[in-house]
Every structure is written in structure tokens, then in C-alpha cells.
């Protein structure tokens, strides 16, 4: 069983920037990744990490978002800039039980965090 606990999430304004992370209760050398979800709206992949440190990002964040990974301290970072009022959502990280591809299927993984508040205004 892993636990995982978000943090840093807020309220910004349009264009500015925020650093999720994500303290797990085991190692996290393994696939790792942030999802988001907005009301009325389906849980979609933001970022994934693969135990290699290959990320790939949804294309609505690419070149905006940066995923990272500490696995000393077992932490899991997602740094967000230019932040646009849609990208206001629950943001959950999430861990795979096994596997070390990335993925950004919430399919693919087996442990969720409780999420934290992002809301972007214009």
C-alpha cells in the first residue's frame, strides 16, 4: 500500500504559475503520475514520469507543465507556468502498483492522493 499526499495547490491568476507535490509513503521508483479533474468533466492525465525519468505530458500542457521526481525523499513534483483558467481542477497524483513505463491512462495505476484545489482566474 502506498500513501500519497498532495500539496501546493491555490488560487492564481491567468499566466501565472504553481508547484504541485506529492509526498508518497513508499519509494516511488516506479511509474508515477498527475492527473487532474474538473467538475463535470472526466479524470484526464496531465504528466507521467517512467522510472527512467522519461515524462510525457497531455498536449493541452506540453511545453507549460513540468513533471519531476525526488527519490530520495520519495516526493513528485509537478511545476505549472502559464497557467490558463482552464486549467482549474482537483489535481491528484497517482502510483503504479508495478510497471515503469509512463502512462496516462488512470487505468494503468493503483494508488490515488486526495487531490488538491488549482483554480486559475482570468
Known amino acids: 500500500q502506498v500513501r500519497l499526499v498532495e500539496s501546493g495547490g491555490g488560487s492564481v491568476q491567468d499566466g501565472g504559475s504553481l508547484r504541485l507535490s506529492c509526498a508518497a509513503s513508499g519509494y516511488i521508483n516506479r511509474r508515477m503520475g498527475w492527473f487532474r479533474q474538473a467538475p463535470g468533466k472526466e479524470r484526464e492525465g496531465v504528466a507521467s514520469?517512467?522510472?527512467?525519468?522519461?515524462?510525457a505530458y497531455a498536449d493541452s500542457v506540453k511545453g507549460r507543465f513540468t513533471i519531476s521526481k525526488d527519490n530520495a525523499k520519495n516526493i513528485l513534483y509537478l511545476q505549472m507556468s502559464s497557467l490558463k483558467p482552464e486549467d482549474s481542477a482537483t489535481y491528484y497524483c497517482a502510483s503504479a502498483a508495478s510497471g515503469s513505463l509512463y502512462s496516462l491512462r488512470a487505468a494503468d495505476y493503483s494508488y490515488w492522493g486526495q487531490g488538491t484545489q488549482v483554480t486559475v482566474s482570468s
Open positions: 514520469i517512467a522510472v527512467t525519468g522519461t515524462a
